[in-house]
């Protein structure tokens, strides 16, 4: 699975979008981008995922480049309930290897 | 997610016990998977099972046993517990061909 590169930290108003990036910058045409988050030592939470189209559900919109080298997550209206650590995450789609590889991801703290 | 329950939640235990972590769900899924998270880093995979009688190591498996009863249920054994192993424990599953992990709230371990 390819390397991702994200900040370790980021700050966000609440009540504004906040913007978190990604580089995966060695991404095959067959892996995907995952995008999870992880309150506190809760339990990771899956978010969205896409391969080049750009994608919207209830929790967020993944916006990929065109050469899919790197991605951006978007929150449209951060709320302090989404202060979290966000990891992004590429792998192949139905890969044989079980597991998701974790980074360190984006510390994103949403401000009052 | 309330549909993937772990038990116990906490769990203090001493150097040498023999302990084991409980995972049910309740969501159908054939996969199943046991990983481990220490302090201000990623999620590590120890295990993995495909199906009941598919087991899998992970990346850092030693020490560690796991039995996997039933489609809905996975257990993680540490034979004879060492302090190395206090972590945050977390179960997650899947569906065979769908990449989306969904985990439950995590087993806080204490080996003293």
């Known amino acids: 699975d390819a390397k991702t590169t994200q900040p370790p930290s980021m700050d966000c108003a609440e009540g504004r979008a906040a913007n978190l990036p990604c580089n995966h910058s060695?991404?095959?045409?067959?892996?995907?981008v995952y995008w999870y988050r992880q309150i506190h030592s809760q339990g990771p939470q899956y978010i969205i995922h896409?391969?080049?189209n750009n994608e919207t559900n209830e929790m967020a919109s993944l916006i990929i480049t065109e050469d899919r080298k790197s991605s951006t997550l978007i929150l449209p209206h951060a709320t302090l309930r989404d202060t979290a650590v966000y990891y992004c995450?590429?792998?192949?789609?139905?890969?044989?290897?079980?597991?998701?590889?974790f980074g360190k991801g984006t510390k994103l703290s949403v401000k009052p | 997610d309330a549909d993937v329950t772990q038990t116990p939640r906490n769990r203090i235990t001493k150097t040498g016990k023999r302990i084991m972590l409980e995972c049910s769900q309740t969501?159908?899924?054939?996969?199943m998977y046991w990983y481990r998270q220490d302090p201000g880093l990623g999620l590590r995979l120890i295990y993995y099972s495909f199906d009941v009688k598919d087991i899998n190591k992970g990346e850092i498996s030693d020490g560690y046993s796991v039995s996997r009863q039933a489609q809905a249920k996975f257990s993680l054994s540490l034979e004879s517990a060492i302090p190395n192993q206090t972590a945050l424990y977390f179960c997650a599953t899947s569906v065979r061909g769908l990449e989306t992990q969904y985990f439950g709230p995590g087993t806080r371990l204490l080996v003293l």
């Open positions: 060695t991404i095959s045409g067959n892996e995907y």
């Open positions: 896409g391969l080049k």
């Open positions: 969501k159908g899924h054939d996969r």
């Open positions: 995450i590429v792998r192949v789609y139905g890969g044989s290897q079980g597991n998701l590889i």
